[in-house]
Structures are given as C-alpha cells and as structure tokens.
C-alpha cells in the first residue's frame, strides 16, 4: 500500500524517524479538503512515541475535512540547511501516514492535552499547567492520529558525513 522509498541508503532507521518527531516543534498536517483540493495546515503536535496528538479548535476547515476523509499525512522538517555553492540542502525529514480521530472522551482528552502541554512548557508547575488546561478547556478539540506508516529521510551528504565517523 505504501511506496518504498527510491533512496534507501537517505531512509532514517525507526530510532532516527522518532527522534525527529521528539524533537521537532511543529510539522504540516495534510487532509484531504473540499472539492478535490488537498489542505495543509502548520501545526504543534506531541509525539508520544506511538501516536501524534494535535490541539485544535472545535470547529473548521481542518476538523470539516477530517469527518469527510480522517487519513492524513504529517510531515516534520528537522533540518535545511542550504548550501548554495552545491545547488542543494542538507534536509532531514519525516512523514508519517495514518487515521485521525478526534478524542471525545473527556479521560483521553486530557491525558492527550497534558503531553502537548509538557512537551510545550516544560518548566511550568503541575499547578499552572493545570489552570491553563482548565481556562481553555471549553473550545478545546484534542486530535490523536495512529500512524500506519511512517519514513523519515535525509540528504545524501548527512549520510556520508555519518559514514565518515
């Protein structure tokens, strides 16, 4: 069902692929919207080493989309980094493939909202955390996506240079 990537020496192995996730910030999430066109939306996320976790709100296009086609594609750019006099960028990425649902149990919810909350504000207190959730409780939408298939690939040059340690 999926392709094999071409370039299998640039295919990041599993620990490789999830340490991008841990790492990366934020990542484009990929839906299919209306009419045939295809929807991408920048997005924070949370990696829990399993699934990714999304906020959003409780009504739009991105959750419109998802209750028409809940398939999805995430896609996290860990590095690029230009090199002009080679014509090219030393990238690493990851895209992972899966089916997003939105958590309506208020248990998972919350367990989900509190991972993105940790990864986002580390430092905070169990407390302000706490009170954060609580104040935008209301109009939060949590979002869990399982990934089916997952790759994560980098620039030609980032493999030698590894190869060369």
């Known amino acids: 069902m999926f392709?094999?990537?071409?370039r299998h020496k640039q295919l990041l192995n599993a620990e490789e692929t999830?340490?991008?996730?841990?790492?990366?910030?934020?990542?484009?999430l990929a839906l299919s919207g209306e009419d045939g066109y295809p929807y991408a939306v920048p997005l924070s996320y949370v990696f829990d080493g399993e699934k990714l976790y999304f906020h959003s709100a409780k009504a739009g296009h991105k959750l419109e989309a998802l209750r028409r086609c809940p398939k999805a594609s995430f896609c996290v750019i860990d590095q690029d980094q230009i090199v002009p006099e080679e014509y090219t960028t030393y990238f690493r990425s990851v895209i992972a493939?899966?089916?997003i649902r939105e958590l309506e149990d208020e248990v998972e919810k919350r367990a989900?909202?509190?991972?993105?909350?940790?990864?986002y504000t580390p430092n905070d207190t169990p407390e302000g955390m706490d009170a954060a959730i609580r104040r935008d409780w209301a109009p939060l939408c949590m979002l869990e996506m399982t990934i089916d298939h997952m790759t994560g690939k980098e620039a030609i040059e980032l493999v030698k240079a590894k190869e060369a340690k």
């Open 97 to 99: 493939f899966g089916t």
């Open 3 to 6: 392709k094999e990537m071409r």
């Open 112 to 119: 989900a909202i509190e991972k993105l909350a940790r990864k």
């Open 18 to 28: 999830a340490a991008v996730l841990e790492r990366g910030t934020s990542g484009v």
